[in-house]
T-cell receptor
């Protein structure tokens, strides 16, 4: 079946602009995660959704970052007033269950964001 | 706080040689541990995971990892490297949060396989 998809695959924007990154999880997966991977680093947790609600947004770096999942499926990560330091690959993952040892997270290919 | 440390940002082996990628964890509670592989321009793919059922965990593509509590380690091994194994490998530890599981990743190890 189809895996996690993310659009766009690449996004180049100018400092100060607003961007939206989209994640389409595997059908039926209730849990959705966003991570950010900076160059030479491992992915870092940003936010976790269980259904429509953000159950943990402790990884969002500041109030310029916001994410929604209005219908419990597709999620959008929104970044306002982008800064050069926001340049990274933004990864989305989904899983079937919220917790427990069966919770394997399946990752999308990521969106590479470049802020000029 | 839970964390993982990957020793060696770059590892180079000859084709057919043993692959050993090191990961040490820090956790105040029994951890869930994972190894993911990332090929260029692709998403992370799960290789294997430890969930306390067995200390020796077998994964895909001939990889395995052994959980050693006394050494707080979860090293990844493969008896014979193949050219297709060249990729970046990430160790991760999971922490429950709001009903989900938040992954904390190491900084990664780039594996190069030479002829």
């Amino acid at each position: 079946g189809a895996g996690v998809s993310q659009t766009p695959s690449n996004k180049v924007t100018e400092k100060g602009k607003y961007v939206e990154l989209r994640c389409d999880p595997i059908s039926g997966h209730t849990a959705l995660y966003w991570y950010r991977q900076s160059l030479g680093q491992g992915p870092e947790f940003l936010i976790y959704f269980q259904g429509t609600g953000a159950a943990d947004d402790s990884g969002l770096p500041n109030d310029r970052f916001f994410a929604v999942r209005p219908e419990g499926s597709v999620s959008t990560l929104k970044i306002q007033r982008t800064e050069r330091g926001d340049s990274a690959v933004y990864l989305c993952a989904s899983s079937t269950l919220g917790a427990g040892d069966q919770d394997t997270q399946y990752f999308g290919p990521g969106t590479r964001l470049t802020v000029l | 706080a839970q964390s993982v440390t990957q020793l060696g940002s770059h590892v180079s082996v000859s084709e057919g040689a043993l692959v050993l990628l090191r990961c040490n964890y820090s956790s105040s509670v029994p951890p869930y541990l994972f190894w993911y592989v990332q090929y260029p321009n692709q998403g992370l793919q799960l290789l294997l995971k430890y969930t306390s059922a067995a200390t020796l965990v077998k994964g895909i593509n001939g990889f395995e990892a052994e959980f050693k509590k006394s050494e707080t380690s979860f090293h990844l091994t493969k008896p014979s490297a193949h050219m297709s194994d060249a990729a970046e490998y990430f160790c991760a530890v999971s922490r429950s949060t709001g009903g989900g599981n938040k992954l904390t990743f190491g900084t990664g190890t780039q594996l190069k396989v030479e002829l």
